[in-house]
């Protein structure tokens, strides 16, 4: 349930929560109903009251006992018992239902207009009779007195069909071209249509003859109005005799008296819609209901003053007022048809009489107003206060037994008063040694289970730079960068992934790692420069270039600062020895790669004689060589393939005797020639991969004494 107030009057949305799928079986509803909050306080007043699609059409029957919707897709009509809270029946027909009436007290007997130009009757076991009319139909009355059955449409023809007869009769002929509505006055019979081009026509049902005509167009255009266009009679309802309403396509409703040609109030929605429906409710106030597809307006019959809107999230296609209560229907552009509940409008119907006092319970649960910018005391606390002279000034506002008081003025009287009291103080003591206690704590580092000494690392990078403040810009910006690796999301696998583990036992490795380390000890240095100058600040007298004085200092102190200037201005020699680590790095490399070398011609040469099995299915032939079978061939070929043979394996070629000789013949090598010259190759390409190349080197011009230096 929603409950929304316009115009200081409470509306209740009844159709306002979430809706349950059909497919969900009771069981799964009810769990739903535990666990989600919103369907638990949902109020659904009637089971399954909404449509596949979109509903079209809603009536309330005569007797107030049943509910009829129509709706698409597929096209169906459905019936609720209002005394159960539940659908009564379904069907489903062949075309969508433009508009329907109840001819009985009940839904034993309705027509059905569809647009398809079919009128469709049905009893209460389900389709009576159904029947063609020329035209497209858009609206029909039923005439209880004479039983016919007014149907008007995309013609100037009104249709008369006698339902005591089963039989049209002659039709009414207008000067419109097209009927958009029609009505009949339940006090007098008089039938009136409304037209394509403003007018409302009219007809005495007993003699068959037009009575009047009203240009509702003219009349719909004032100084109060916003018009654009040619207005189209949309809606007709009567209220009583004399009162009827009627609303144009451009968003005007004109309320005539029909003893005068001119309306009597015009009434604009300024939203362009075409009304839809007009309605009247005079139960506890002379109330007109105007409906286009945005908004529902109720709004004062004598003088046009607007009573209460009520907008809907879709577009709105059918109201319907229940009659003698303050509720409401509406078939929308959605699946939910709404349902509206009005308690000023009057009371529930009686068959959810339940809902005054569900309403009056949610009136009474409503707390009164306490400010928040203002602060209850009573006189006693006044007086506490010191504020005992303010009673009757507008500083305090009376209200039962005290005075409400500014709440800014309360605190700044609380604080003078009473500054701090002691259990606020011994709460912040306590608060106070707690904190401190859990900073003297000792905090366990986790470490990752890849690159632990790398995490390590960075975790003393992140501590030094919470260490030191001063340090500058560019160094402090690449220890915060690099410490914030850790947390980093695309640095994860670096600390998860086991491909990315370090090996220290790589080439790439060892050259780099004096590079590394180097860079890692001038790193430290620039810290604890950075500490030792965050800790101390020069004295008056000294230079800016020595800004620390020895005397003041200890031995030990004076000769750590010595040493960290006699470091920072020998540089030249830590390249120097950076240059000698990363050649005696080569060395080792070398020195390793040799012996791995070595140590794989000594396991070729230990290796013993190899065993050979014979295959399965062959026969062992003696140790004869394979050139033995080919001789034999030869031997048992004929003449003619020994010497085509002999041909093919000749080394010598004779060219003609015109030209010159050419012969070409290959030498057998021995075996062991072979492989003195593959070691060799092999020997060569292993130091050419470790010969280092001098191109950095570049040799400079020579002097005067005839000697170039590098």
């Known amino acids: 349930m929603l409950i929304q107030s316009s115009n200081n009057v409470k509306i209740y949305n009844l159709s306002a929560g979430k809706s349950l799928p059909e497919w969900l079986s009771d069981r799964k509803k009810r769990a739903l109903q535990s666990k989600d909050l919103d369907v638990r306080r949902r109020v659904e007043l009637i089971q399954d009251f909404d449509m596949p699609g979109v509903s079209t059409s809603i009536k309330v029957s005569k007797d107030g006992k049943y509910i009829m919707a129509t709706g698409i897709y597929k096209p169906r009509v459905r019936c609720y018992e209002v005394a159960n809270l539940s659908m009564k029946f379904e069907r489903c027909m062949d075309a969508e239902v433009i508009k329907f009436e109840m001819l009985s007290e009940d839904y034993s007997k309705v027509v059905f207009l569809q647009c398809d130009r079919f009128v469709e009757f049905h009893a209460q076991y389900g389709r009576y009779y159904r029947t063609r009319i020329p035209k497209f139909g858009r609206d029909l009355k039923y005439h209880f007195q004479s039983c016919n059955l007014y149907i008007v449409g995309t013609g100037p023809d009104v249709y008369r069909l006698n339902l005591e007869e089963g039989r049209f009769l002659n039709s009414?002929?207008?000067?419109?071209?097209?009927?958009n509505v029609c009505d009949i006055n339940p006090f007098h019979q008089l039938f009136v249509c409304g037209s394509k081009e403003g007018k409302i026509e009219a007809w005495d049902p007993r003699a068959r003859n037009r009575v009047g005509v009203l240009d509702c167009a003219l009349h719909s255009v004032t100084s109060e109005t916003q018009v654009t266009g040619v207005p189209q009679v949309t809606a007709v309802k009567f209220r009583d005799a004399l009162t009827m309403g009627v609303g144009t396509s451009t968003g005007q409703i004109l309320l005539y008296d029909l003893r005068s040609n001119r309306p009597t109030k015009v009434k604009d929605h300024r939203y362009g819609l075409p009304i839809k429906t007009v309605d009247f409710h005079h139960l506890n106030h002379d109330l007109v209901a105007s409906m286009d597809s945005r908004i529902v307006r109720l709004w004062d019959r004598n003088t046009g003053e607007p009573y209460v809107s009520v907008e809907a999230t879709s577009d709105l296609n059918d109201l319907c007022l229940v009659p003698n209560s303050g509720m409401m229907f509406m078939a929308t552009e959605d699946k939910k048809m709404l349902t509206y509940y009005i308690p000023n409008l009057g009371p529930a119907p009686r068959w959810c009489s339940f809902l005054d006092s569900l309403t009056e319970e949610l009136e009474e649960g409503e707390t009164a107003a306490v400010y928040d910018d203002y602060k209850f005391l009573t006189v006693d606390e006044l007086h506490d206060l010191g504020f005992g002279h303010l009673i009757g000034t507008n500083l305090l506002r009376a209200y039962m037994h005290g005075y409400f008081i500014d709440m800014r003025l309360y605190r700044k009287a609380k604080s003078i008063v009473e500054p701090l009291s002691l259990t606020r103080y011994k709460q912040n003591k306590v608060k106070e040694t707690i904190d401190q206690q859990r900073s003297s704590r000792v905090q366990l580092q986790k470490l990752p289970a890849v690159n632990r000494e790398l995490a390590l690392k960075l975790m003393e990078d992140s501590k030094a730079v919470d260490d030191a403040d001063a340090i500058g810009k560019k160094s402090g910006a690449?220890?915060?960068?690099?410490?914030?690796?850790?947390?980093?999301?695309?640095?994860?696998?670096?600390?998860?992934?086991?491909?990315?583990?370090?090996?220290?036992?790589?080439?790439?490795?060892?050259?780099l790692n004096p590079a590394v380390s180097r860079l890692d000890k001038i790193r430290e240095k620039r810290i604890k420069k950075a500490l030792i100058e965050d800790q101390f600040e020069p004295v008056e007298g000294t230079s800016a270039e020595n800004p620390l004085n020895d005397d003041e200092f200890s031995d030990s102190e004076r000769k750590g600062r010595k040493r960290t200037?006699?470091?920072?201005?020998?540089?030249?020699?830590?390249?120097?020895?950076?240059?000698?680590?990363?050649?005696?790095?080569?060395?080792?490399?070398?020195?390793e790669k040799f012996q791995q070398r070595k140590l794989e011609r000594q396991q070729e040469k230990l290796e013993g004689?190899?065993?050979?099995?014979?295959?399965?299915?062959?026969?062992?032939?003696?140790?004869?060589?394979?050139?033995?079978?080919?001789?034999?061939k030869l031997a048992?070929?004929?003449l003619g393939e020994r010497i085509h043979l002999e041909e093919d394996v000749d080394k010598v070629k004779l060219a003609p005797s015109a030209g010159s000789r050419e012969m070409t013949f290959t030498l057998p090598q021995s075996e062991r020639v072979t492989k003195a010259r593959e070691q060799a190759e092999k020997h060569h390409e292993e130091r050419r991969k470790i010969i280092r190349s001098a191109n950095h080197l570049r040799t400079r011009g020579r002097g005067r004494g005839g000697r170039g230096r590098f």
């Open 172 to 179: 009414f002929q207008t000067e419109a071209t097209t009927l």
């Open 478 to 511: 690449k220890l915060l960068m690099s410490s914030n690796i850790l947390n980093d999301s695309r640095f994860k696998d670096l600390f998860v992934n086991p491909n990315f583990q370090i090996d220290k036992s790589s080439e790439e490795f060892r050259l």
């Open 565 to 591: 200037i006699s470091t920072d201005s020998s540089s030249d020699s830590d390249d120097a020895s950076l240059r000698n680590e990363i050649k005696q790095q080569h060395k080792i490399i070398r020195e």
């Open 609 to 632: 004689p190899k065993f050979m099995a014979l295959k399965p299915g062959q026969k062992f032939q003696g140790f004869r060589s394979s050139s033995d079978q080919p001789k034999k």
């Open 636 to 638: 048992k070929a004929s």
